[in-house]
């Protein structure tokens, strides 16, 4: 006689529409302080920030017709969890001295990715102001990290892991989904 594993209780958060609706108010968000259309830099946390930043970045220059600065952040050299993973370099070409940067990155969960991530940013100069975008804020936080820009607030416990697809331009497939971590994989 076999035994079968339990089958995974994955169920979907976001759906495509939704998540693009979540990038739109997001953008939003993004432009309305008056000095935010000049000088504004996006920087995707390598991996999952990456799709997430070009996505606001397109739309914060349909909105306000100025296309905002975008660069891509490798954090493992700042990680003080020994988690690495192989990751293209950092891609930053403008200066962030004087200028807004706005941190992307899809899922905030225990703070210490967007640490890294600060470090990084101010290593490279002294932004006038650092900023907190994420498509998914889970709760749980291990340090005082909070977002300024939230898709979607999703309270999740420590058992269950989130998953965002996500393409670079908006896509059906795109979704956002949480899973046992016994069963994620």
């Known amino acids: 006689m076999s035994v079968r594993a339990p089958a995974a209780r994955r169920r ?3 759906n495509a529409e939704e998540i693009e609706r979540a990038i739109a108010r ?5 432009v309305e302080p008056e000095d935010a259309q000049s000088g504004l830099i996006l920087i995707g946390i390598r991996r999952g920030g990456e799709s997430l930043a070009r996505r606001l970045a397109t739309r914060v ?3 306000s017709g100025l ?7 490798n954090i493992n050299l700042y990680r003080d969890d020994d988690v690495t993973h192989e990751l293209p370099e950092s891609d930053i070409r403008q200066d962030v001295r004087g200028r807004t940067v706005v941190i992307v990155d899809d899922v905030l969960y225990t ?16 932004p006038k102001a650092i900023r907190l975008a994420v498509l998914v ?3 749980q936080r291990e340090l005082p990290i909070q977002a300024d820009y939230v898709g979607r607030v ?10 965002v697809r996500l393409a670079p331009q908006p896509s059906p497939s795109d979704d956002v989904s949480v899973a046992d971590w016994e069963h994620a994989n």
């Open 12 to 14: 979907t958060l976001m």
């Open 26 to 30: 997001m953008a939003h968000q993004m």
């Open 61 to 63: 220059a349909e909105i």
């Open 67 to 73: 296309e905002p600065a975008l660069g891509f952040l």
């Open 111 to 126: 703070g210490r990715t967007v640490r890294s991530a600060l470090d990084a940013v101010t290593d490279l100069g002294r």
């Open 137 to 139: 804020d889970r709760g």
């Open 154 to 163: 999703i309270p999740t416990s420590r058992r269950e892991r989130v998953d």
